[in-house]
């Protein structure tokens, strides 16, 4: 069956440290988002792609970065880790970009920034 | 700038309890609107979604949803909960401006005591 993993499942880091966390879907699909979930913000949109070679920013992108050299991986890298990006980071992928489509989630990684 | 709100953060209910959780949103434009649902150590995964036609919706497991567009709300409703419906319910609001924004709520943490 066609998935979403994420990798490490749970992380700890020390600040100022580059970190990545992995995303790779198995749905073929286009479209990659990042989020963070934190508590009383629900999820908030780091980065998206539409495809190989597109990135682009979301709402809170500051400290991060993400590249997409195929279709089905889309890494987040924290440049130098901060504490305030102590979080949940979730990934998604979705088909197409219609507002109708369903976007599929990732388990989830916690990360702890010390 | 458009939001997404949900009223309860924290709800308990006995089992065979009805639940209603609500959720408004703040856009004047055409919407989509979802319902996610975080069971525990899980992947989000969608409930149930509204686009066009009946403005209520039937999801997964018992749940529904309607929409009342001159309430701006997607309130959603179980007649009778049981404890497996454990989990965080976010609502999500995608904007149909060609595309990709999806705004999240904050999420409600529904417990369930057997």
């Known amino acids: 069956d066609a998935e979403i993993t994420q990798s490490p499942r749970h992380k700890i880091t020390e600040t100022g440290r580059q970190v990545t966390l992995a995303c790779h879907q198995t749905w073929n699909h286009n479209n990659m988002f990042w989020y963070r979930q934190d508590l009383g913000h629900g999820l908030r949109l780091i980065h998206y792609s539409y495809g190989v070679q597109d990135t682009n920013k979301g709402e809170v992108s500051d400290g991060y970065s993400v590249s997409r050299s195929n279709t089905e991986d889309l890494p987040l890298t924290l440049e130098s880790a901060a504490s305030s990006q102590t979080s949940v980071y979730f990934c998604?992928?979705?088909?197409?970009?219609?507002?109708?489509?369903?976007?599929?989630f990732g388990p989830g990684t916690r990360l702890t920034v010390l | 700038a458009q939001s997404v709100s949900q009223h309860n953060h924290h709800v308990i209910l006995s089992e065979a309890a009805s639940l209603e959780l609500g959720c408004n949103y703040s856009?004047?434009?055409?919407?989509?609107l979802f319902w996610y649902v975080q069971y525990p150590g899980q992947h989000l995964q969608l409930l149930l979604k509204?686009?066009?036609?009946?403005?209520l919706v039937k999801g997964i497991k018992g749940f529904e949803a309607e929409f009342i567009k001159s309430k701006f709300s997607f309130n959603l409703r179980k007649p009778s909960v049981q404890w497996s419906d454990t989990a965080e319910y976010f609502c999500a609001v995608t904007l149909d401006t060609g595309g990709f924004k999806t705004i999240f709520g904050a999420g409600t943490r529904l417990f369930v005591k057997a």
């Open positions: 509204y686009f066009s036609g009946d403005p």
């Open positions: 998604a992928s979705r088909l197409g970009t219609a507002s109708t489509d369903t976007q599929y």
């Open positions: 856009y004047g434009g055409t919407v989509n």
